[in-house]
């Protein structure tokens, strides 16, 4: 199970202005024109022919720099080295004289590199006021053959100059050779879908491998590779991300085009692959401040094609609004069929007051004797999500300890009868242990009890998984951590979070908070209450918490005045506002 998270990696800098970083892997569409004079380096200075001309060597902080014109190159007969000893903090680099440019228009950047240490590469703006600003672009991994860097520049307003400088930033050698710096042509992709190119169909004839309107953005040193793929949703073309190490992000972005205040869209897209991704906004206001905005996660499908889907309500005083579709996790991923839609404003367009959900997973015997009892004392009720195939088995509960929990009033919901990945499982498989499960538990409970809820093993599905449930249950819960709003209600996706031994009371109280604050739905997700390890035939490992932990949860809870209800009611209570 994933949680959304997305990451920001900057660079190493002191005592200067940084810009937040604009970050483009591959090539943008670019003009021929080389701005960098020299950028093969073949071209000695007139007054110093051991130095390149309109190249300048510059270090700072605490180290010991040494710089070289080398007689030989990636595609000529000349390059530079840079070499760092004795490394404390700080950089040092060779920077080309710096060079007009257009603010508001897009630059690419390239250079052929070899370096045994992780480089990076930085633009330094000279704004109209005299002043200057930094910007990091990306980090480079170790390379002992030429390689090439890319990195797209989006100029800010107010700059009038830039150069571009990779450097080294630990004991190692860096050699540079071949660097380019073209304007980029404009090429305007039509709107497809709501989105430019959310088809991903057009590119621009300076870089047909590319798709128009979209961008490459990546953070953390690891390598990532970005393909504009043939193997498609619909039609020809789609976006694809192959990275090599959990944690570092990488993305493709676009713009929402003139996104209305206070309007409420859905966005959807298809994707499929080994890794988990997910989607958030990076919102900018009329006063210039930002703000990221995080939709759903969904699990990787086993390459399957599978449906997102989730809503949002841009703020009333939004300028404008960056779409980022990403993954920080260790594998491939495909995207295709971007679409934003309009969808009908919701009056009042918050619910009236704020809720929560307690639902538990797996029916462990320690949910029983450490969750069950707990919420029994406070007066709380809760979901229990429970596989027939491990009721009464060792660490899991007996039938009676699941009829006392559905005595007490809590809801029973369905978890499949193997607790297996439906991922993993076709259709005519679901569809049985789904009505397994179910009518297992009815055996237990009663032919008239209802099982109406669900929630996937693992937080795994696809789209496909989720229409078959939906024929046989009447939600769905996920474990991706955001909370139900109003305008995101989905009995679909009901959206779950998950507890941790890692969550803290701190932080437990915050998500309470916002709930309040946003009059949301919190859906809270146990695996476990107890000190022992958790039963590996769970599967859950990793995610048991302390029955102190959970009191004291539940004591909060209990405290903050908000209502508490089973996802089924709650569901009910909500879709009726």
Known sequence: MKQHIYKRALGFISALVLLM?????????????????????????TT???QPAGWFQDN?????????????????THAVRTTLTNYQDGDAKWIFNAVPVTAGTSYDYTDWYRANAVTNVWV?????????????LKSDVAATDWAQTTAAIAVPANVQRMSVFHVLNANGQLDMDDVSLTQEVPCTPTLQNGLPNGGFEQSCPANPNMPAGWQTQTYGPDPVSFTYSADAHSGTHAANITTTSANDEASWITTIQSPVANQRYQLSFWQKGTVYSYAYLTETMTDNSTKDVSLMSVPATNNVWSQYKDEFIAPSAIQSIKLVLATSGQGTVTFDDVSLQNLTNQVPPSFASPMVSVTLDDGLASEYTNGEATLNADG??????????????????????????AADGNEIGSHLYHHSDMVQLDTPTIISELTGNKTDLQNI?????????????????TSGDIDTVMQYQQSHRNTDGELNTKANLDP???????????????????????AQAQHAWLVLVYHGITTAQQDPQSGEAGYTITP??????????????ITVLPVGTALTALQGQ
């Open 380 to 405: 709380m009720t809760g979901t229990f999500y429970v596989n027939g195939d491990t009721l009464g088995k060792s660490g899991y509960m007996t039938n009676a300890q699941l009829k006392k929990t």
């Open 492 to 514: 679909r996706q009901i959206h779950g979070r998950l507890v941790t031994p890692d969550t803290t009371q701190a932080e437990f109280n915050s998500w309470l908070a916002d």
């Open 124 to 136: 330094r703006y000279e704004m109209q006021d005299g002043t200057v600003q930094f910007q990091w």
């Open 21 to 45: 970083p604009t970050l483009f892997a591959l090539p943008a569409r670019a003009d021929t024109t080389n701005l960098v004079s020299n950028g093969d380096f073949e071209t000695a200075n």
């Open 60 to 76: 700072w902080g605490t180290n010991t720099p040494t710089f070289s014109y080398l007689n030989e190159g990636h595609g000529g």
């Open 548 to 561: 102190t932990a959970f009191t004291n949860q539940m004591t909060a809870l209990k405290n903050s005045g």
């Open 48 to 50: 110093d022919p051991l």
């Open 445 to 461: 409970l009663g032919s008239g009890f209802a099982i109406n809820s669900f929630a996937s093993p693992y937080g795994s599905y």
